[in-house]
């Protein structure tokens, strides 16, 4: 499986826009880039991905480099809610979903 | 959105004992379901992959005797914990993949091996 590197932990202040990077130098042509949170004693949430051009939904934003060997989940304005841990993963078509370590996001009042 | 539901959300069983969590997703029908285990302060870790009407591919290292896995319908899958010891005690997480491969997971499953 291509690897992705986060984060291990960052911090926001509430109401400001939160930039999360992920780093996938070697990612392959079909894999698509996948946005999951985990906020505390719950399964993982679905939150955004795509595979080349950017990818804005009610929740967040995806913006994904040239070369997508890079992209950022974009949180627009972030509430204490949003505190979780973020996990970026590449997945292929069919393929499953390989957890790694994530960025936890703290958000400050 | 899409919802997978496990149940039970919690459970305590005596060491020695089996016990089945539940994964079903509530409104499409999931061909593949995933089981997930996840110690605290951990990653997830996948434990299997399960397809309806065939067996489970288990992932290295994970007792396929141990963890009994049943996909026999499109919204079920089930995961048995046989003859549970403390070490087992963990937060169990299913995941059902949609028709568009989007993948959702469920609220999770604390188990306590007492």
């Known amino acids: 499986d291509a690897k992705t590197t986060q984060p291990n932990s960052m911090e926001s202040n509430e109401e400001e826009p939160v930039h999360l990077p992920c780093n996938h130098s070697?990612?392959?042509?079909?894999?698509?880039i996948h946005w999951y949170r985990q906020l505390p004693s719950q399964g993982p949430e679905y939150v955004i991905h795509?595979?080349?051009s950017n990818v804005n939904n009610r929740m967040a934003s995806l913006a994904i480099a040239e070369d997508r060997k890079s992209s950022t989940l974009i949180l627009h304005r972030a509430t204490l809610r949003d505190a979780a841990v973020y996990y970026c993963?590449?997945?292929?078509?069919?393929?499953?979903?390989?957890f790694g370590t994530g960025t936890r996001l703290t958000i400050i009042p | 959105g899409a919802v997978v539901s496990q149940h039970p959300s919690r459970v305590i069983c005596k060491s020695g004992t089996s016990v089945k969590i539940e994964c079903r997703s509530l409104?499409?029908?999931?061909?593949?379901m995933f089981w997930y285990r996840q110690f605290p302060k951990q990653s997830l870790m996948l434990m299997a992959t399960?397809?309806?009407?065939?067996?489970?591919?288990?992932e290295q290292g994970v007792e396929k005797d141990k963890f009994l896995i049943n996909h026999a319908s499109l919204t079920l899958s089930t995961l048995t914990v046989t003859s549970a010891h403390p070490e087992d005690s963990s937060f169990y997480i299913c995941?059902?993949?949609?028709?568009?491969?989007?993948?959702?997971f469920g609220e999770g499953s604390w188990l306590t091996v007492v």
């Open positions: 995941s059902a993949r949609d028709m568009l491969d989007t993948i959702y």
């Open positions: 070697t990612i392959s042509g079909t894999d698509y």
């Open positions: 795509g595979l080349t």
């Open positions: 993963i590449l997945k292929g078509g069919n393929e499953k979903l390989t």
């Open positions: 409104d499409f029908q999931a061909t593949t």
């Open positions: 399960s397809n309806e009407g065939s067996k489970a591919t288990y």
